[in-house]
């Protein structure tokens, strides 16, 4: 059984940190991409930074330069820290695994920016 295990979110005011982290078990984690997407009240789910099983990775326009997408293969751990969050950033984030057609996701995690 697949399971992704988000953990770390929790309020922060504006200009603040935090670093989510994805506990993946029942996967063959080190070649599976792993992603972070988030979804705002009345949004749709938006790709926020992925990394490959190479170690490469990319992020949204809306993040670059402020958060950073890592993985420690030993762990089985995707991790996602969050630099500068503005109030935007307020979003419930989901823990994504992917490899060819299969695809898996975590139950979420909040995330709340504000003062």
Not at 1 to 12: A, F, I, W
Not at 26 to 52: C, D
Not at 54 to 61: C, L
Request: charged fraction near 15%; glycine fraction near 12%.
């Amino acid at each position: 059984q697949v399971q992704l295990m988000e953990s770390g979110g929790g309020l922060v005011q504006p200009g603040g940190s935090l670093k989510l982290s994805c506990a993946a078990s029942g996967i063959r984690f080190s070649i599976y991409t792993m992603s972070w997407y988030r979804q705002a009240p009345g949004e749709q789910r938006e790709l926020v930074a992925t990394i490959r099983n190479g170690g490469s990775t990319n992020y949204a326009d809306s993040v670059k330069g402020r958060f950073t997408i890592s993985r420690d293969n030993a762990k089985n751990t995707v991790y996602l820290q969050m630099n500068s969050l503005k109030p935007e950033d307020t979003a419930v984030y989901y823990c994504n695994a992917g490899l060819a057609m299969k695809r898996y996701w975590g139950q979420g995690t909040q995330v709340t920016v504000s003062s």
